[in-house]
C-alpha cells in the first residue's frame, strides 16, 4: 500500500518533499523523481520526559499489516517475561489476535485499536521501550516521539529506518528476540541511559525550532 501511494503522488505533481535523505534517495531511484530534504519537526512542548513507574511491557505501534511484522512481535514477547500492547488497526488485527492465541500470550498481549494522543503517550512511557521491527519506514514519527519521551527505542537489524535515526536506536539481536528482551528488563538502568542521549540529539536535529531554520533558509 505504502509504495502504491508513493507511486501515485509520483504522477500527481512535480514538486516533492522528502522527510529524510533515504526517502528521497528511494523516490528518485523508485520513480525518477528529485525531491527537496525537510526535517520532521516535534515539538519538546508537548513531551514530558519526567520519569514515571515502569510495567515490564514493551509496546509496539502502527498499522496491522504485513510490513510492519507485528507477528515478529509476538513471537519476542512469547520467548520472554515480558507482556506487550499492540495499538493499531488494519486487516492482520485478527490473524494476529489469533497467533497471540496460538502462542499462549494472549494474557500477556493487549491490543488496543486507538488512543487519544495523551493516552498513547503515557502507554509509551510506562513501558520499558517501543518495538519497531517494521520492514517499510518513512522516518517514523512515533520513534521520534518514543524518543522525545526519553524511552528507548528496539530495532531489529532488517528494521527500515532513516540511518541517522537507526543509529538512536538500540538494535537487539533478530535471532535470540526473547533472550534480549529479558537482558533488557534484567538490566534497564543501562537502556534508560542511552535512552536519555538519544533524546537530547532528537531535540538537537528534530525539534520544531531546528526545522523553522531549515524553512527559513530554503524560503529565501
Avoid at 487519544?116 to 512515533?142: D, N, T, V
Avoid at 542511552?194 to 531535540?203: D, P, T
Amino acid at each position: 500500500m505504502g509504495y502504491f501511494v508513493e507511486y501515485l503522488a509520483s504522477k500527481l505533481t512535480k514538486d516533492f518533499i522528502s522527510n529524510s535523505n533515504e526517502t528521497a534517495k528511494r523516490l528518485y531511484e523508485e520513480f525518477g523523481k528529485k525531491s527537496v530534504v525537510f526535517p520532521a519537526a516535534v515539538s519538546s512542548y508537548e513531551f514530558d520526559a519526567r520519569n514515571v513507574k515502569k510495567k515490564d511491557q514493551f509496546i509496539s505501534i502502527g498499522r496491522l499489516v504485513p510490513e510492519k511484522r507485528m507477528d515478529m512481535v509476538l513471537r519476542a514477547i512469547a520467548e520472554s517475561n515480558a507482556s506487550a500492547k499492540i495499538i493499531g488497526i488494519g486487516p492482520e488485527e485478527k490473524n494476529l489476535k489469533a497467533l497471540a492465541k496460538d502462542l499462549g500470550i494472549e494474557k500477556r498481549i493487549k491490543f488496543i485499536r486507538r488512543l487519544s494522543p495523551k493516552r498513547l503517550f503515557a502507554s509509551i512511557k510506562e513501558s520499558r521501550g517501543l518495538l519497531m521491527f517494521s520492514a517499510r519506514e518513512g522516518l517514523s514519527l512515533i520513534t521520534l516521539e518514543a524518543m522525545m519521551l526519553g524511552v528507548p527505542v528496539f530495532i531489529v537489524g532488517s528494521t527500515s529506518l532513516p540511518s541517522d535515526v537507526k543509529k538512536l536506536c538500540i538494535t537487539l539481536n533478530e535471532n535470540s528476540l526473547g533472550k534480549s528482551i529479558n537482558e533488557v528488563l534484567k538490566n534497564y538502568r543501562k537502556y534508560e541511559e542511552k535512552a536519555k542521549k538519544a533524546r537530547q540529539i532528537v531535540l538537537e536535529r528534530y525539534s520544531a525550532d531546528y526545522a523553522l531554520q531549515v524553512y527559513e533558509k530554503f524560503l529565501k
